[in-house]
């Protein structure tokens, strides 16, 4: 099941530009966190929110999540051509802990 | 450098194969998980193990099998049971389970003819 739900499901942005996707989730979580897939490859890990942390900041990557609309966001600054990617969303909830991945946002960065 | 390796890239099988993928890694990590990618759509989670010598089940593990005997190797082998087996599947590594960050290897795509 998937737990997560990215939005838009594409995105095409120029550079230079800021691109914000969203992740909506279904029940409570212990985590929320965001990768990024080059087409064809492994998963890369960005950023991990806490369920008792409304922001977070890495980079030109800014995440915050909002537990009452059961919502996050990741915002990416001055984008550049090298952001054109994949960015999931992956939630980890309850005390088994799995953690269960979105549809994803196919981000395409132009010159 | 540390990583997570996983062959072969590329596979073909016919119908009615086994085939094992291999999932390689030198993190010293504990906790290793298998998923599978269909285009367009997100992970869905086949296998994962907390330990050596230890694994569950995950959201679709029919028609596919793993083994856990040395913490550095969780190989997944896709059998004739899985009727679809055609997908992208990428194996992943954590410290601990429920330890957060996941570390992936470079994925294997399988392709059934």
């Known amino acids: 099941s998937q737990q997560g739900e990215e939005d838009p499901q594409a995105l095409s942005i120029q550079e230079g530009e800021n691109a914000t996707m969203n992740c909506s989730y279904k029940?409570?979580?212990?985590?929320l966190q965001w990768y990024r897939q080059n087409s064809g490859r492994g998963l890369v890990h960005l950023i991990l929110i806490r369920s008792n942390e409304r922001e977070k900041h890495s980079g030109r990557l800014r995440v915050t999540l909002d537990t009452s609309k059961k919502s996050s966001s990741l915002l990416i600054t001055a984008s550049r051509a090298a952001d054109t990617a994949s960015y999931f969303c992956?939630?980890?909830?309850?005390?088994?802990?799995?953690?269960?991945f979105g549809t994803g946002t196919r981000l395409q960065v132009t010159l | 450098d540390g990583g997570i390796t996983q062959s072969p890239k590329y596979l073909f099988r016919k119908e009615g194969q086994n085939v094992t993928l291999s999932c390689e890694q030198n993190?010293?990590?504990?906790?290793m998980y298998w998923y599978r990618q269909d285009p367009g759509q997100g992970l869905r989670l086949i296998y994962y193990?907390?330990?050596?010598?230890?694994?569950q089940k995950g959201d679709i593990a029919e028609g596919y099998s793993v083994s856990r005997e040395k913490k550095e190797s969780f190989p997944l082998t896709v059998t004739s049971a899985q009727k679809n087996p055609t997908a992208f599947y990428l194996c992943?590594?954590?410290?601990?389970?429920?330890?957060?960050?996941?570390?992936f290897g470079e994925g294997s795509r399988l392709t059934v003819l």
């Open positions: 992956a939630t980890e909830a309850g005390t088994a802990s799995k953690l269960t």
């Open positions: 029940t409570s979580i212990n985590n």
């Open positions: 993190l010293n990590h504990d906790a």
């Open positions: 193990s907390q330990i050596v010598n230890d694994f």
């Open positions: 992943a590594s954590s410290i601990g389970y429920r330890s957060g960050e996941l570390f």
